[in-house]
């Protein structure tokens, strides 16, 4: 008889909430966003319980996720993730994206250009309701001021930690080895998930970043009960989400592979 964690209970109980997507296929690609609706993807908006959409920040027009601030007076720290209702352990995830427009007033410096992939996270109803992210792997997304080297694809690590050349790496954000991405053009960016081991970071078919053995940071205070929920630090799996930090930006694809364990 196998046995789940707690966490991974919470994580499998809380996808059950919506309608039951279509299951991904090992080794095919398939769309985890319908180009019609935000069917199966919850929004978790800082200061406001899972499922409101505050301000409509996520929404679908023209065939794409947009996530956007008209309906802000001012950012104030009010981050959000929207999250796929399912989780996934050892897969390939590739979106398109890109940035536009103007950055929402009051939003932070470091956050001009800048949203991100969520990856091995917990679930939307995990979080406090005042949480700003979710404890997770960050597949950082940047884009470029027109001037200077701004690498994107990088790793951020809220309430966790990587492996990288057999050290512990405890510092917030690791830069890519990409070129920098100018303008409004799209990008399409892929990682690869192997479990607790291997994870790779790929743009235009090289990999700019490459870690092992995520797992929770028991130095954080909301990870270190995820921790006695999970059994351990290690991440195995967990959900899928993306990110609005005050810049607008659009996601045309978001699609997954299952891979064989």
């Not at 390939?92 to 956050?111: D, M, S």
């Not at 409004?184 to 235009?204: I, R």
């Amino acid at each position: 008889m196998k046995r789940y964690s707690l966490f991974a209970v919470l994580l499998v109980t809380a996808a059950t909430v919506q309608a039951e997507a279509p299951k991904p296929e090992v080794g095919k690609w398939v769309p985890l966003f319908n180009g019609k609706d935000l069917n199966n993807w919850t929004p978790k908006i800082r200061y406001h319980a899972a499922g409101d959409n505050f301000a409509n920040t996520f929404r679908v027009e023209d065939g794409v996720i947009k996530v956007g601030y008209d309906g802000y007076d001012e950012f104030n720290e009010t981050f959000g993730h929207l999250f796929y209702n399912g989780t996934f352990s050892n897969y390939r995830l590739r979106v398109e994206y890109r940035f536009l427009g103007e950055q929402c007033k009051g939003g932070p410096g470091w956050a001009f250009r800048n949203s991100g992939l969520m990856l091995h996270g917990e679930s939307p109803e995990s979080m406090a309701k005042d949480q700003d992210f979710p404890a997770s792997i960050e597949l950082q997304l940047l884009g470029g001021n027109g001037t200077d080297k701004r690498t994107t694809s990088n790793l951020c690590t809220p309430g966790t930690n990587v492996v990288m050349d057999d050290k512990l790496i405890t510092r917030h954000c690791t830069s890519s080895s990409s070129k920098t991405y100018h303008g409004d053009d799209w990008v399409t960016c892929e990682v690869e998930v192997h479990g607790s081991k291997v994870v790779k970071h790929w743009l235009d078919g090289e990999v700019v970043l490459e870690y092992e053995q995520c797992q929770l940071d028991d130095r954080d205070l909301h990870a270190k009960e995820l921790i006695v929920k999970n059994g351990g630090r290690l991440l195995t799996g967990g959900t899928i989400s993306l990110q609005s930090e005050s810049h607008p930006c659009e996601f045309r694809k978001v699609e997954i592979m299952l891979l064989e364990e």
